[in-house]
């Protein structure tokens, strides 16, 4: 019940009839570091690729005359809809999984990129300093269905901010799916329900240390 709720409030689009991903978001990844090289903060920007904005946004301006009212709304929707998916992210320490809790703030906006109108979703998240000498971060950001792809674009888009004196480096890690996975995600039409794994298969990973 909840999966469907999330993918009818979040996914509500009309898009080819096959093939899976249905939907594009392009990830920005930020790591903020104290001076004590500890992790401390993550921050997350979701852009929606142009028809899934195109979609959202003209049904968004029916129920709402004021558009920072209906962008907040939608922006309180999805992190309501997606706390229980842990908002696709998944961070751990030498292989260990760390909650992120839910963000402690959020803010949607829209931007202009040629000719198309797109939507922004920002996620703040504070965790417990987390010390990044001689350990390993690893970072993935995925829907388990692969409903939708997320991705970031290149590995300036993991970005790092750093108040330590230590050198720290993102490695950004491209999935290796077998010709028959990516066979079997072509032929998945949107209204197939049992994929679930398959956002996993082809997820990004992303890994961060410090020396």
Not at 98 to 109: A, E, F, N, T, V
Not at 187 to 202: A, C, N
């Amino acid at each position: 019940m909840l999966r469907q709720l999330v993918l009818f409030s979040l996914l509500l689009i009309a898009n080819v009839a096959h093939s899976h991903p249905h939907a594009w978001v392009s990830l920005t990844s930020d790591f903020v570091i104290n001076e004590q090289t500890e992790l401390y903060e993550v921050r997350q920007r979701w852009i929606f690729d142009p028809f899934y904005s195109l979609v959202i946004l003209d049904d968004l301006r029916k129920q709402y005359t004021d558009d920072e009212l209906a962008l907040r709304m939608q922006a309180d929707q999805i992190v309501n809809n997606l706390q229980a998916l842990g908002y696709y992210s998944h961070l751990s320490l030498n292989s260990q999984p760390i909650d992120l809790g839910r963000p402690y703030k959020w803010h949607m906006s829209t931007a202009t990129v040629g000719d198309d109108e797109i939507m922004i979703l920002e996620m703040l998240f504070s965790v417990s300093p987390i010390s990044l000498i001689n350990h390993q971060v690893e970072w993935t950001v995925f829907d388990p269905t692969y409903y939708v792809s997320m991705r970031h674009d290149a590995i300036d888009y993991i970005r790092i901010i750093n108040a330590s004196s230590a050198e720290c480096e993102p490695q950004l890690i491209e999935p290796t799916p077998t010709d028959e996975q990516i066979m079997l995600a072509s032929s998945l039409d949107k209204t197939q329900t049992s994929t679930e794994g398959l956002g996993e298969i082809f997820a990004q990973r992303s890994t961060i240390q410090c020396f």
